[in-house]
């Protein structure tokens, strides 16, 4: 797996990955930036809940879930001083779906967060990362 980053302009930055995807970062108009992108700070939390997101998503559809709605709030505290790395994230998983089951999604979740979630695996134990988890009974729509 490789990744390139190239400067443009300011504080924009293009990162290219090896998937042939490319992101936009920039910084905000106080450190010379042009508000045009994520910061990369940002693109990690979205990385780890992408990353754990895939996986939960994954064994679900395996053990026949009816999920009709799923998403993943992240937090992250950082230090105070630089580099200013994150000292904790917080992981809240939200399921929504009909007749879902609580053992399949806490084992789904404890699954990706213990075995598979390679973002996860890399921040840990410099980052003290934790999880809960909330399921909705959807009356409403159909799966994913």
Do not use: W
């Amino acid at each position: 797996m490789d990744a390139k980053v190239k400067f443009v302009e300011g504080m924009q930055f293009v990162g290219y990955a090896s998937s042939g995807h490319a992101i936009v970062m920039d910084g905000d108009h106080e450190v010379g930036g042009n508000d045009t992108g994520s910061r990369p700070s940002e693109l990690l939390l979205i990385a780890i809940g992408g990353c754990t997101g895939m996986d939960v998503i994954s064994i679900l559809r395996k053990k026949k879930q009816d999920v009709t709605s799923f998403e993943i709030n992240v937090h992250g505290d950082k230090a105070g001083n630089h580099p200013k790395k994150f000292e904790t994230m917080t992981l809240e998983y939200v399921f929504k779906g009909h007749n879902l089951s609580e053992e399949a999604v806490k084992r789904a979740c404890e699954l990706s967060f213990e075995k598979y979630c390679t973002v996860r695996a890399s921040l840990a134990p410099g980052v003290n990362i934790t999880y809960t988890y909330k399921i909705i009974e959807d009356v409403e729509n159909t799966a994913l």
